[in-house]
């Protein structure tokens, strides 16, 4: 039998569905150890949860046997540690979020603890919401959405002016990803033109003058972080719209903001930040023309029956010996 330990808050119907997969899993879950959700999809659960003395000891005693852990506890990359050094059989953890590459790389695990387990996120299950949410971006900046909401606040209505459409524009895909596919394919039936680019730096200097809407879906690694830079806002369109759903290191935030006050870039949609929670002082809270999301674009009703279906998967794969789905690198820790 193989233990497979839940250690994330999940729904009852989805943990009976996991069992379901294999009469060789043994699944073990307890809610009673495990914070409460506070919504749904939440694999944090309350932060105010604490377990008595006698439930952290059922709770070690449950870990300390897993071969397969379901979720970092607490997302945290210190539980991370603990639950690696508890279980000596532990084979196969099995994230709950895509970037868990940046928790696992704080959690500060020898080489040796790193190569025993094979380390999976949930890359690839967030596509449709991080894509939806990068059109509309796109649409609500083309649109004037800023505009309106300023005249609706002071009860102004203005004489009949022209907006753009997105029809005939492009738009500049930066990862072409799950995420980045997802944005492709939802963009070309507005007839937008689709331009894509992974990482390579020069390929992107030649194609950013071209875009009128460039959407980030990158991950934070040492060859992307600091990306766009204030040279590469520089060089992007003149009123083009910046949407990043990656990573915020990747942006120079405050060359960012320079671009959009003073009209260089027509304005931003931003789900990730340098530093989370966004800082009281940052000036992009001040600027009319960014919409701010706080890192929950990738949140979906349907966000932990996707993951249940990808870890269904991946236990499946396991089990035969397979390579894992969205298997996280240890060298890049994405």
Known sequence: MVRV???????????DRL????????????????PPPRFPCDHAGDPEFRRTPEQEARFAAMVSGAE????????DPAQIAWAVRIAPNLRFVQATFAGAGQQLAAAGLTPDELERIAWTSSAGVHATPLAE??????????????RLLA????????EHYPVDEVRGSTVLVVGFGSIGREVAR??????????SVRRREGDLDELLP???????????????????????????????????VGRGGVVDEAALAEALRSGKLRGAALDVFAHEPLPADSPLWELDNVILSPHTAALSVHES?????????????YLAGEELRSRIRTDLFY
Not at 6 to 14: G, M, N, R, Y
Not at 70 to 75: A, H, K, L, T, V
Not at 151 to 158: E, L, P
Not at 305 to 317: H, S
Request: hydrophobic share 50%; glycine share 6%; charged share 30%.
């Open 210 to 244: 071209q875009a009128d809407s460039i959407v980030l879906t990158l991950p934070l690694t040492d060859e992307t972080r600091g990306l766009f830079d204030r040279a590469r806002i520089a060089r992007m369109r003149d009123g083009a719209i910046l949407v990043n």
């Open 305 to 317: 029956e996707r993951i249940v279906d990808l870890f269904a998967d991946n236990l499946r794969r």
């Open 186 to 195: 939802l963009a070309e039936p507005f007839g937008m033109r689709v331009l």
């Open 5 to 15: 330990v839940i250690a994330t808050p999940l729904e009852q119907e989805l943990v």
């Open 19 to 34: 069992r379901a997969v294999d009469d060789r899993l043994d699944v073990a879950f307890d809610a009673g150890l495990l």
């Open 68 to 75: 397969v852990l379901f979720g970092y506890p607490r997302e």
């Open 133 to 146: 949410w990068s059109l509309f971006g796109i649409l609500a900046l083309t649109k004037g959405l800023p």
């Open 151 to 158: 005249d609706k606040r002071d009860r102004r209505w203005v």
